[in-house]
C-alpha cells in the first residue's frame, strides 16, 4: 500500500525568505513522487516529480525537491518566495509496479506575507 | 500540451436530481480519474477508468457512478444528488505507458452545489 503524509496543513513565510513544504511518503515498491500546485479555484498544475536518477530534482517557478529514501522523505524547497507562490500544494505518491493509483496528501495552504 | 476539460466550472442542482459531470482529454491517454476535493481531506478518488468501459472501484464511490464510451471522454454521474455531494470535482488522465511513472494530469475542476 502507498500513502503520503504532508506534515502540516498550513504554512506562512514572508516574502523573500525560503520555503519549506514537508512531505513524508510510505510504498512498498520504487515510488514515483509528485508534487502539483493548485492556484484557488483552479486544477492542479505539475510542479516537479520523482521517477528514477538524481535524487534532488528540479520544477517549475524556482522549487526543488529531494527524494531522500532513508527518511522517506520528499520536502519541496524554494530559496525565495513569491507572492504568487501563495497557494495549496499537494505531495503525491505512485509506486512503480504499472499500478496507475495515485495517492494525494491532504495538502498544504501556503501563505506569502508582504 | 496535454489538455483535460470539464464541462462545468459551476454547477448548481437540487437534492434528488441527477447530475452529470463530463471530462474530455486530448492526449490519447488510457487512464482516467475522477476526484473529489474537500477542505483538510485532500483528493479522493471516486473512480478510475484504465480502458473504454472499463472502470474501478475508487476510495469512495458510494453515490456515484462512471462512464467511459470514448477514449476521451469519461463522466461522471451523481444518480441522485445530494447536499453531502456539495464539493470540487476534479477529472485527470495519464497514460498507460511505463514510462509516464503515472503522472496525472488534471482539469480545470466543476464546483458543484447541491441545495
Known amino acids: 500500500a502507498q500513502s503520503v503524509t504532508q506534515l502540516d496543513s498550513h504554512v506562512s513565510v514572508s516574502e523573500g525568505t525560503p520555503v519549506l513544504l514537508r512531505c513524508n511518503y510510505s510504498?512498498?515498491?520504487?515510488?514515483?513522487l509528485f508534487w502539483y500546485v493548485q492556484h484557488p479555484n483552479k486544477g492542479l498544475q505539475l510542479l516537479l516529480k520523482y521517477t528514477t536518477g538524481a535524487t534532488l530534482v528540479k520544477g517549475i517557478n524556482g522549487f526543488e525537491a529531494e527524494f531522500k529514501k532513508s527518511e522517506t522523505s520528499f520536502h519541496l524547497t524554494k530559496p525565495s518566495a513569491h507572492m504568487s507562490d501563495a497557494a495549496e500544494y499537494f505531495c503525491a505518491v505512485s509506486d512503480s509496479r504499472g499500478y496507475q493509483k495515485v495517492t494525494f496528501g491532504t495538502g498544504t495552504k501556503l501563505q506569502v506575507i508582504p | 500540451d496535454v489538455k483535460v476539460t470539464q464541462s462545468s466550472r459551476y454547477l448548481v442542482k437540487r437534492t434528488g436530481e441527477k447530475v452529470f459531470l463530463e471530462c474530455v482529454q486530448d492526449?490519447?491517454?488510457?487512464?482516467m480519474f475522477w476526484y473529489r476535493q474537500d477542505p483538510g481531506l485532500g483528493l479522493r478518488l471516486i473512480y478510475f477508468s484504465y480502458d473504454v468501459k472499463m472502470k474501478e472501484k475508487g476510495d469512495i464511490p458510494e453515490g456515484y457512478s462512471v462512464s467511459r464510451e470514448k477514449k476521451e471522454r469519461f463522466s461522471l454521474i451523481l444518480e441522485s444528488a445530494s447536499t453531502n455531494q456539495t464539493s470540487m470535482y476534479l477529472c485527470?488522465?495519464?497514460?498507460?505507458?511505463?514510462?509516464?511513472?503515472?503522472?496525472?494530469?488534471f482539469g480545470p475542476g466543476t464546483r458543484l452545489t447541491v441545495l
Open positions: 510504498s512498498s515498491y520504487s515510488p514515483s
Open positions: 492526449m490519447d491517454h488510457e487512464n
Open positions: 485527470a488522465s495519464s497514460s498507460g505507458l511505463a514510462s509516464s511513472y503515472n503522472e496525472q494530469f
